[in-house]
C-alpha cells in the first residue's frame, strides 16, 4: 500500500503540470488581458479629458506593444504597465516563474485587489466550507438511508413515489429552487422566516456564544436546502442500484440460507461490498460542491466565497487569483482522490493496490 500511496504522490506532479499547462495556453490566448483593460481604462480618460476640452487626442495609426488600446499613449507607459502585470517577459518564461514560485506555494497578489491570493482565499473559504460541508453531511445522511430503504423495497408504492420526487428535485435547478426559497420564505411574497443575505446578521459580533451559532445555522438554512435538493438524487440512485446489484449475487443467498436476519446480511455483507461504487465518487463530489456548485447560490444570497471569487478573478482577468486558485483546487482535488483511494481498503481489506503495476 505504501509503493502505491508514493506512486499516486509521484504522479500528482505531471498531472498539476499537464493542467496548469494547457490553462495557461487557453488563458494567454484569450483576449482583454489585464495590461488591455488597463490600457482601455487610460485611453478611455485620455479621450474624455479630450472631449472636454473641446479636442481629440492623436490616435497613431499602428499599436504600441501590439495591444490595440495602446493607440495615442507613451510607450513608455505602456511599457510599464506591461512590466507592472509581469507581460514584459515571454509567455514560457512567465509560466516557468510561476511554477517555481507555487512549488513553494507563493502565488503572488491579486492585480485588482490589495491583498495576496492566499488571503483571498482565506478569507472567502468559511463560506465555501459552511456550504460545502453541511451540503456533503445533509446529502449523505439523506441519500444512503433511502437509497438503501428503495433498494430493499424496489418497485413497490414506496419506492415509485420516492423516485418521483427525486426526479422532479433533480431536474429544478439548484439556483431556481434558491429563488423559489427566497419568494416564499425570505419576505419574497410570502413568509418572512429567514434572512435574505449573509452568512451572519450585522450584529453577529455581539452576540452570545448560543446566540452567534443559531444565527449562523439561521443563515445556512436556504442556501443549504437549495444546494441539497439538487444534490442528492444521483447519490440515491447510485446507492439504490449498487445495493440491487449486490443484494441478487450468490454470497447474500447463501448468507440468507444460512438463517441470519435480513438486517445482518443487509449491513453486515451487502452495506460494505455496495459502498465502494459509493466512495469512489465522494472526492469528485466533495471537489463539486466545495468549488463549483456554490457559484450562482453565493450570488443569490449574497455569499462572497470562493466560487463567487473564481468567477470574478475570471472575468477580470485577475490572473494571479485564476491561476492561485486553480492549483489549490486541483491539488486538493488530486489529493482527495488518493484518500478515497486508501478508503477502499478500510471498507474492504480485499482490495490490494500493492497488486497493481505502475
Known amino acids: 500500500m505504501l509503493a502505491y500511496i508514493i506512486r499516486r504522490l509521484l504522479l500528482i506532479i505531471p498531472t498539476l503540470f499537464g493542467i496548469m499547462l494547457i490553462n495557461f495556453v487557453i488563458i494567454?490566448?484569450?483576449p482583454g488581458g489585464p495590461v488591455e483593460q488597463m490600457l482601455a481604462k487610460l485611453q478611455g480618460m485620455e479621450t474624455g479629458i479630450a472631449t472636454r476640452m473641446g479636442g481629440g487626442s492623436e490616435v497613431s495609426s499602428s499599436s504600441e506593444g501590439g495591444y490595440r488600446g495602446a493607440q495615442g499613449l507613451d510607450p513608455q507607459l505602456v511599457e510599464d504597465i506591461k512590466k507592472l502585470y509581469g507581460f514584459d517577459k515571454p509567455a514560457h518564461e512567465r509560466f516557468w516563474l510561476?511554477?517555481?514560485?507555487?512549488?513553494?506555494?507563493?502565488?503572488?497578489?491579486?492585480?485588482?485587489?490589495?491583498?495576496?491570493?492566499?488571503?483571498?482565499i482565506v478569507e472567502k473559504l468559511p463560506v465555501s466550507i459552511s456550504l460545502g460541508l453541511w451540503t456533503?453531511?445533509?446529502?449523505?445522511?439523506?441519500?444512503?438511508?433511502?437509497?438503501?430503504?428503495?433498494?430493499?423495497?424496489?418497485g413497490t408504492p414506496f419506492d415509485v413515489a420516492t423516485s418521483t420526487l427525486i426526479?422532479?428535485?433533480?431536474?429544478?435547478?439548484?439556483?431556481?429552487?434558491?429563488?423559489l426559497l427566497i419568494v416564499y420564505f425570505a419576505g419574497g411574497s410570502y413568509l418572512d422566516w429567514f434572512p435574505l443575505r449573509g452568512l451572519t446578521s450585522p450584529d453577529f459580533d455581539q452576540m452570545g456564544t448560543l446566540e452567534k451559532l443559531l444565527d449562523y445555522l439561521w443563515h445556512m438554512v436556504l442556501p443549504v436546502?437549495?444546494?441539497?435538493?439538487?444534490?442528492?438524487a444521483t447519490l440515491t440512485m447510485l446507492t439504490k442500484n449498487s445495493f440491487l446489484d449486490e443484494i441478487h449475487k450468490q454470497y447474500v443467498l447463501t448468507a440468507?440460507?444460512?438463517?441470519?436476519?435480513?438486517?445482518?446480511?443487509?449491513?453486515?455483507?451487502?452495506f460494505r461490498n455496495a459502498m465502494l461504487l459509493i466512495i469512489a465518487g465522494l472526492p469528485a463530489a466533495l471537489v463539486g460542491i466545495f468549488f463549483t456548485s456554490s457559484l450562482l447560490i453565493e450570488v443569490i444570497f449574497s455569499l462572497d466565497g470562493l466560487g463567487l471569487l473564481g468567477f470574478e478573478s475570471a472575468l477580470n482577468r485577475d490572473y494571479p487569483v485564476v491561476?492561485?486558485?486553480?492549483?489549490?483546487?486541483?491539488?486538493?482535488?488530486?489529493?482527495?482522490?488518493?484518500?478515497?483511494?486508501?478508503?477502499?481498503?478500510?471498507?474492504?481489506?480485499?482490495?490490494d493496490f500493492d497488486s497493481r503495476e505502475g
Not at 511554477?99 to 483571498?120: A, N, T
Not at 436546502?225 to 442528492?232: C, H, L, R
Not at 440468507?256 to 451487502?270: D, I, T
Not at 491561476?323 to 483546487?329: A, E, K, P, S, Y
Request: no cysteine; aromatic share 14%; proline share 3%.
Open 167 to 179: 426526479i422532479i428535485g433533480y431536474a429544478i435547478p439548484g439556483f431556481l429552487f434558491a429563488i
Open 225 to 232: 436546502t437549495a444546494m441539497v435538493i439538487g444534490g442528492f
Open 136 to 154: 456533503t453531511l445533509l446529502v449523505y445522511l439523506i441519500s444512503i438511508p433511502l437509497g438503501i430503504k428503495k433498494a430493499v423495497r424496489h
Open 323 to 351: 491561476f492561485g486558485t486553480l492549483f489549490i483546487f486541483t491539488l486538493i482535488g488530486l489529493l482527495l482522490k488518493l484518500v478515497g483511494d486508501i478508503t477502499y481498503t478500510l471498507v474492504d481489506p480485499r482490495i
Open 256 to 270: 440468507r440460507a444460512k438463517g441470519l436476519a435480513e438486517r445482518q446480511v443487509l449491513y453486515g455483507h451487502v
Open 98 to 120: 510561476m511554477l517555481k514560485s507555487y512549488l513553494v506555494f507563493d502565488f503572488g497578489d491579486s492585480f485588482y485587489r490589495d491583498e495576496s491570493v492566499i488571503g483571498l
Open 28 to 30: 494567454q490566448a484569450a
